[in-house]
Nanobody, 124 residues
């Protein structure tokens, strides 16, 4: 069993930056693929970024490529999402998710564990 707790959300002006953190419990964290998703009001949950279990492979949604960076520290059981050049359309609840087989996949249905989410609001 893995528990995920996100933090770092908040209100920021367009063009600003935020760093989200996701702290995971569980001994096998390092073997999981970890991802960030987001959900804006009235919209479907969408994939943002994923990092492989060893941290060597990362993938991003086109909408955030070049602005967001996902990383992980397996020693601290933590995954991060550095968000730069934020836009109002980035406003959403951001969720951390874990995929226990380590498979790199962008479908939310494939993820086994989810955090409670953290709100990110970008003002124009």
């Amino acid at each position: 069993q893995v528990q995920l707790v996100e933090s770092g959300g908040g209100l920021v002006q367009a063009g600003g930056s935020l760093r989200l953190s996701c702290a995971a419990s569980g001994r096998t964290f390092s073997s999981y693929a970890m991802a960030w998703f987001r959900q804006a009001p009235g919209k479907e949950r969408e994939f943002v970024a994923i990092v492989s279990w060893i941290g060597g492979s990362t993938y991003y949604a086109d909408s955030v490529k070049g602005r967001f960076t996902i990383s992980r520290d397996n020693a601290k059981n933590t995954v991060y999402l550095q968000m730069n050049s934020l836009k109002p359309e980035d406003t959403a609840v951001y969720y951390c998710a874990a995929e226990r087989s380590g498979t790199i996949v962008s479908s939310s249905a494939s993820y086994d564990y989810w955090g409670q989410g953290t709100q990110v609001t970008v003002s124009s």
